[in-house]
């Protein structure tokens, strides 16, 4: 039997915004191996597999990538169906992309499954539409957290005018408001801050760039959570309003 690997995205949360594809790989997986965002309940779809939890959470110990590399090449080469459960989607912030080529070095077959990232579920659960004609003509993902301490060009995202949907940001929200300001944004700009998008404790959190360190310190705003900035992050009545003025 060839060696085959899923990287699955499990989606947000709410186990409804599953994919039929994914549904399909979890049945068929003789081992699942799950990410910490992952929702449990949605291993109601692969009852009779082994899982493996190698989760990591910021603060708890992880297990080191090169680990689970080793675990699904190993379980892939036994001849077993795998499935790596990702939360959102497999390719965003989730390291799909660096596990799919280390794995198709290693000559196993890889197949990559979508899941609904995370910041998607969660504007659209606020009922926040993040491209608008006449108000947003695009919309940009961006982690605020990086391995290398890299940074972002933050000027070019101020001045892009596209929504912004920040990953990861919820310990540098003083970094980011200095950052966007510095760029040129507007300080009175529409923000959105979406805790646990999707599932039935999912919290939000409306303010604006110059008070949403304030605003998500008295919200006691906590991890996972994604950030929306731009217009459309506005009152859906001031957003509707805008977007008939201009259309
Ligand atoms: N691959 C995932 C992202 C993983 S990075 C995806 O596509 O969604 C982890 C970050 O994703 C978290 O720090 C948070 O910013 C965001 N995130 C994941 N699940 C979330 C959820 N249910 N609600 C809000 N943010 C979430």
Redesign the pocket.
């Known amino acids: 039997m060839s060696a085959k690997v899923w990287l699955v995205?499990a989606g947000?949360?709410d186990p409804e915004l599953l994919t039929l594809k994914a549904v399909r790989a979890l049945r068929e997986a003789d081992v699942v191996l799950i990410d910490d965002?992952v929702n449990p309940a949605l291993l109601e779809h692969c009852p009779t597999a082994r899982l493996i939890t190698v989760g990591k959470r910021g603060g708890c110990r992880s297990t080191p990538q090169a680990f689970i590399h080793r675990l699904m090449l190993r379980y892939a080469r036994q001849g077993k169906c795998v499935v790596r459960l990702?939360?959102?989607?497999?390719c965003?912030?989730?390291r799909g992309g660096e596990e799919a080529t280390w794995l198709r070095q290693q000559g196993v077959e890889v197949e990559l499954v979508n899941?609904i990232?995370?910041?998607l579920?969660?504007a659209t659960n606020c009922d926040i539409p993040l491209t608008l004609r006449g108000v947003s003509r695009g919309v940009t993902l961006v982690t605020a957290h990086t391995q290398d301490d890299s940074s972002l060009n933050w000027r070019a995202l101020a001045e892009g005018g596209t929504t912004l949907v920040i990953?990861?940001?919820v310990a540098k929200l003083g970094e980011i408001r200095q950052q966007l300001l510095e760029g040129g944004m507007s300080d009175d700009m529409p923000v959105a801050m979406?805790?646990?998008?999707?599932?039935p404790h999912q919290r939000e959190c409306r303010s604006s760039l110059s008070r949403m360190q304030e605003d998500a310190h008295e919200f006691a705003l906590k991890?996972?959570?994604?950030l929306v900035i731009g217009r459309v992050a506005q009152a859906t009545q001031a957003v509707e309003a805008l977007a008939s003025a201009t259309a």
Not at 194 to 199: D, M
Not at 223 to 226: T, V, Y
């Open positions: 995205g947000p949360g965002l990702k939360g959102g989607d497999p965003i912030f989730g899941g990232t995370a910041g579920a969660g990953y990861m940001g979406i805790e646990n998008a999707s599932l991890s996972p959570a994604i």
